[in-house]
């Protein structure tokens, strides 16, 4: 079977989850024996990295990018139309996307099947609301609607997928999966050095500094508990790419007691991300909205236990003891830091279980099986 995978960005740096979902799937789907072409923008794609793709055996087309900011690919219809042309089915990954809608134009005219997986982007959140509602008006609702599959990554995003028109019965649950070899061992010492921690207790948030992510409730969160005895000793750390809010982010912890305390990293990635990980006492996950966050499985398969909202789509963490399930908001992350940093033993506990979860659920090996199940039911 010869899949395209298209999303607007695989940068490692900004690409977010939706970037490591395409890559991890496209590789699960070579190892089974698949052939699976990525097509993306050369956004933040340097030499090295799509030299690290060929040793994945993944065959990467990168369109020239003339708008960054809206991943605004260089018009390139009959190189495209050759691409769906020669795959057997088409994924078209997230939803606000001019690669989308070009590539949704050719698979029209050629009449290929085709997937989308939003990704958690349906609704209207942030910036660009005029915009993204003229998207919908103009290709994006069809897009949705008239795909061959429809897959969620967790249940919630079923009923996004309905206010678009899409009944329930049509939607596939694919949660997001894991690549254990990605993760090499670590104690999490270098990480400590590196970043002046030395053994204190640490909570580590890893993402975008992005609005939708939450770290600014996190941080307030982090600032009103340090009054308390036992959450003095924390350090927060913050490893991730500014999406627009860190200055914001420096502004709220000067002005508070707990300046020295708190750590910006920038993007972390490969083996450094696997030693932040080791090196925490429990990841915090302060998101707005997100369909399934990919974290809590990078944090699952080192043992990290964790503190997410009830906006994640992954409540399964509160049901499994793998960690703790709060409401998105200051008060709600307050309650948890307080709850996690006040039984340490039981932290550890909660990282096995989360472990055990992860492995026995969630590894990618697996995952695409469900992937080919569907791709298998409409291609003719």
Known sequence: MKILNVNMSIDPVTGGGSAERTLQISRALNRAGHRCTILTTDTGLSPAYLQQCRKWGLSVVALPTLWRRFYLPKPSQVLIEKLVAGADGVNLMSHWTLINALVYRAVKKISKPY??????????FGRSRVLKELYNHLVGREIIL?????????PNEIEQFKSYGVQPGRVTVIPNGINPDDFSESDGKKFRARHGIGDAPLILFLGRLNIIKGPD???????????????KPYHLVFAGPDGGMLNALKRMFEASGVKDRVHFTGHIGGSEKSEAYRAADFLAIPSRQEAMSIVVLEAG????????????????????????????????????????????????????????????HFLWNHMVNRYLELFSRIIC
């Open 115 to 124: 997937t989308v997986c939003p990704a958690g982007t349906l609704p209207i």
């Open 217 to 231: 409730m996190l941080l307030d969160a982090f600032c009103r508990c340090s009054q308390y005895e036992h959450m």
């Open 146 to 154: 008239y795909a061959n599959g429809h897959i969620a990554i967790s």
């Open 301 to 360: 398969i080192t043992g990290t236990p964790v503190l997410i909202t009830d906006q994640c789509g992954f409540d399964d963490v509160a049901a499994v003891a793998g960690g703790m399930v709060v409401a998105a908001s200051v008060e709600g992350l307050q309650e948890g830091l307080l709850a996690m940093t006040g039984n340490p033993a039981k932290m550890k506990i909660m990282g096995q279980n989360l472990e055990k979860f992860t492995r026995e």
